[in-house]
C-alpha cells in the first residue's frame, strides 16, 4: 500500500511525536545526573564485575547455564588478590581533588570494599593452609578441574586411575577425623563449604567429558561415584565435630559468640564511631526514655505506673480472625494520610499503587512472629494449622496497637519505597554498599519521626509504637550481651517477655533468628542505631530550618545505601579524605 504522507491525520502524529520526544530530551537536559551517578560510578560496576568474571572463570562451571556459588580455590583466591591489587593501585592514582562530595563517598567507600575483600581473601588463604591436612585430596581434585576449563585432552584411564586415589585419601581422612575431639566452629564451615566446592567441582569436570569422550565414559563413571560419595560421607561427619553450641538453657537455640573485638571490628567497618559498650549505653538511655513515656501512657489509661497491665489490655484489643488485612489497609491508609497532611514526603503513584499483601506460612512464624516487607507486606497471624496458644500469641502481638507504626515501616514510606527507589536512583550502591544501619535505618527513623510528630494519637496507639521501640532498644541489649559471652539464648528470651512484654513464642523466634539464621551480628541493633543516626542528621538540617522535611527525605532516599555518616556527609557538603574513618558523634548522653 502507498503511504500517504499528506494525510493531515499522518501529519497530527508526526508532530505529536516530535514533540514528545523534544519534551523527553527536555527534560533528560534538565535531570541532575548527580542524582544517579558519580565519576567512581564506573570503577564500582567493573570492580563488582571483575570479581564476577573471576569466580565464573576460576569456580566449578556446572553443565547447565549459569554459575554457581562455592568456596573460592587457591588459584581462584590468588587471582582475586591481583583484582584487587590493581583496583586499588587505580584508586590511589585518581584525581581525588576533582570529586565532589558524592563521588568522594563513592571512593572512599569503594577503596574500604577493595581493602576489606583483599583482607577476606587473605584470611581465606590463611585458613586452607592452616586446615589442608584435612583436604589432602583436593590438589587432585582441582587440577582435573583446571583441564576441564578449557577442554584439555585427557586419557580415561588415567583419570581413573586419580579419582581411585583420591577416593582412598577421602577415606584415610574419615578415618582420621574419629580421632578428632573438637574443631572450631569456624573451622569446620571452612572445611565443609571446601568440600562441598570440590564435590561441585569433581562434577563439573566430570559432566563435561562424561558421553562426549567415548574412553572417558568407558573408564571413569564407576570411580567417580565412588569418590562423589566419599566426598558426601565426608561432609556429612564433619559437623558433628563442631565446637558450635546449641545451648542447654532451655531454650535449644544454637549460636556463637564472636568476641567484643570482632564486634568492635564490625561496628567500625560499617563506620559506626561508637564501641560496643557505648552502644550498651545508648540502649539504657533509650530504653529509660521509653518507660517514662509509658508510664504516662499508663496513668492516663487508669492503670497507674504498672505499664505492663496497661500492655495487657492493648494486646487484648486483637482483631477477630480473617480480619487482619483489612486492619493493615486502615492503617496504611492513616499513614498516608498523616504524612501528606504534614508535608513529609513525596511518595511516587506508582509506589504506592503497586505495593502487594501476602501471608505468612506457619512455619515462617517460628522464626518471624511479626509481619515482615519490602515489595509487599507479608502479614504474620493466625492459621488453622497453630494450636489455640499460638493462635493466641500471634493475635495478641499483632494488634491493631502494636502494628500502628510498623504498616508504615513495612510498606511506605518504608522498605517498600526504598525497593522502589533503589531501582531508580544509584542502583549500583544497592548492590555494592549494602548496610542493615541504612535498610533497617531508614524505616526505623520514620518510626520515631511518626511518634515524635503525634501519630499515635491516644495512650493505647502510644503504646503499641512504644513497645517497638522497647523491642529495638532490647535488640540491642541482647545481642550485645550474647555476642560478648554474657548471655545465653535464654536469657535473652527471658528479657524480650519479661521486660518488654513479648509473648513467649514470639521472643522465643526473635532469639532463635537472630542467632541461628544468616543475620550478621550487628543487623539486629542496626534498626534504632541506623534510625537514630538519620534522626540526628534530620534534626540537623531540617531543624535549623536549611530543609524541609519533603527536600531532606528526597534527598536520602535517592542516594541509596549508604552508611549515614556518609549520608551526612553528601547532605552537609563535607570534604572528606581518602582513608576517611568514622568519626561522627550522633548521640548526645548528656
Not at 583482607?119 to 593452609?129: D, G, I, M, T, V
Not at 519490602?374 to 495478641?396: A, D, V
Not at 542528621?537 to 530543609?547: H, R, T, W, Y
Request: hydrophobic content about 35%; aromatic content about 12%.
Amino acid at each position: 500500500m502507498k503511504k500517504n504522507n499528506n494525510n493531515p491525520n499522518v501529519k497530527r502524529f508526526i508532530v505529536i511525536g516530535v514533540l514528545c520526544i523534544a519534551s523527553s530530551l527536555t527534560d533528560a537536559q534538565d535531570m541532575d545526573l548527580y542524582q544517579h551517578t558519580t565519576a567512581i560510578e564506573p570503577y564500582i560496576i567493573q570492580y563488582r564485575h571483575d570479581l564476577e568474571a573471576v569466580n565464573y572463570f576460576y569456580g566449578p562451571m556446572p553443565k547447565n547455564w549459569g554459575f554457581q556459588q562455592s568456596a573460592a580455590s587457591p588459584e581462584q583466591i590468588n587471582r582475586l588478590l591481583k583484582i584487587d591489587a590493581d583496583y586499588l593501585t587505580q584508586l590511589k592514582g585518581f584525581d581525588y581533588k576533582r570529586l565532589n562530595t558524592s563521588g568522594q563517598v563513592d571512593y572512599v567507600l569503594l577503596n574500604q570494599k577493595v581493602q576489606r575483600h583483599q583482607e577476606e581473601c587473605q584470611e581465606a588463604l590463611a585458613s586452607y593452609e592452616r586446615l589442608k591436612s584435612y583436604l589432602p585430596f583436593a590438589e587432585n581434585i582441582l587440577q582435573f578441574e583446571k583441564q576441564r576449563r578449557r577442554g584439555a585432552a585427557v586419557v580415561g584411564k588415567d583419570i581413573a586411575i586419580l579419582l581411585e586415589k583420591t577416593r582412598d585419601q577421602v577415606d584415610e581422612v574419615i578415618q582420621k577425623l574419629e580421632n578428632v575431639t573438637t574443631i572450631e566452629s569456624a573451622d569446620v564451615n571452612f572445611l565443609v563449604n571446601m568440600v562441598e566446592s570440590l564435590r561441585i567441582r569433581l562434577e563439573s569436570a566430570f559432566d563435561f567429558y562424561n558421553g562426549y569422550d567415548p574412553m572417558f565414559t568407558w573408564w571413569v563413571p564407576k570411580s567417580y561415584e565412588s569418590l562423589n560419595e566419599k566426598l558426601i560421607q565426608y561432609k556429612s561427619a564433619l559437623p558433628a565435630k563442631s565446637n558450635w553450641k546449641v545451648f542447654n538453657d532451655g531454650s535449644d537455640i544454637g549460636g556463637q559468640p564472636i568476641g567484643k573485638v570482632a564486634l568492635n571490628k564490625k561496628l567500625r567497618a560499617e563506620m559506626i564511631a561508637y564501641d560496643a559498650d557505648e552502644l550498651l549505653r545508648i540502649a539504657d538511655k533509650e530504653w529509660a526514655w521509653c518507660v517514662a513515656e509509658l508510664l504516662k501512657a499508663s496513668r492516663e489509661m487508669g492503670f497507674g505506673d504498672d505499664w505492663k497491665a496497661a500492655q495487657e489490655k492493648v494486646k487484648n484489643t486483637y482483631v477477630p480472625e480473617g480480619q487482619q488485612p483489612g486492619l493493615i489497609n486502615a492503617l496504611y491508609d492513616r499513614g498516608q494520610a498523616f504524612i501528606k497532611e504534614h508535608d513529609l514526603i513525596v511518595i511516587p503513584e506508582l509506589a504506592d499503587e503497586t505495593w502487594g499483601m501476602i501471608m505468612m506460612t506457619p512455619e515462617r512464624q517460628l522464626v518471624n512472629p511479626f509481619f515482615t516487607g519490602g515489595r509487599e507486606i507479608s502479614i504474620s497471624y493466625p492459621t488453622n494449622t497453630m494450636t489455640y496458644e499460638q493462635k493466641m500469641m500471634s493475635m495478641r502481638g499483632n494488634n491493631p496497637h502494636f502494628s500502628l507504626g510498623t504498616v508504615q515501616h513495612e510498606l511506605n514510606p518504608g522498605h517498600h519505597l526504598q525497593y522502589f527507589m533503589n531501582k531508580r536512583y544509584k542502583p549500583y550502591r544497592e548492590e555494592n554498599f549494602n548496610t542493615p544501619f541504612w535498610t533497617e535505618g531508614w524505616t526505623l527513623y520514620w518510626e520515631l519521626l511518626l511518634y515524635r510528630m503525634g501519630f499515635a494519637k491516644t495512650p493505647e496507639e502510644r503504646i503499641g509504637m512504644l513497645f517497638w521501640r522497647m523491642h529495638r532498644c532490647a535488640r540491642i541489649t541482647f545481642s550485645i550481651k550474647f555476642h560478648l559471652g554474657e548471655w545465653t539464648p535464654q536469657q535473652c528470651v527471658d528479657y524480650l517477655v519479661n521486660q518488654v512484654g513479648h509473648e513467649p513464642a514470639n521472643a522465643h523466634g526473635e532469639v532463635k533468628r537472630s542467632f541461628e539464621g544468616s543475620y550478621d551480628p550487628l543487623y539486629q541493633l542496626a534498626y534504632l542505631i541506623g534510625g537514630l543516626q538519620l534522626l540526628s542528621i534530620s534534626d540537623e538540617l531540617v531543624g535549623s530550618g536549611k530543609m524541609s522535611y519533603t527536600e531532606f527525605h528526597d534527598r536520602v532516599i535517592k542516594e541509596n545505601y549508604l552508611p549515614m555518616e556518609m549520608v551526612r556527609a553528601i547532605l552537609t557538603n563535607q570534604k572528606l579524605e581518602p582513608n576517611h574513618q568514622a568519626k561522627w558523634k550522633f548521640y548526645n548522653f548528656k
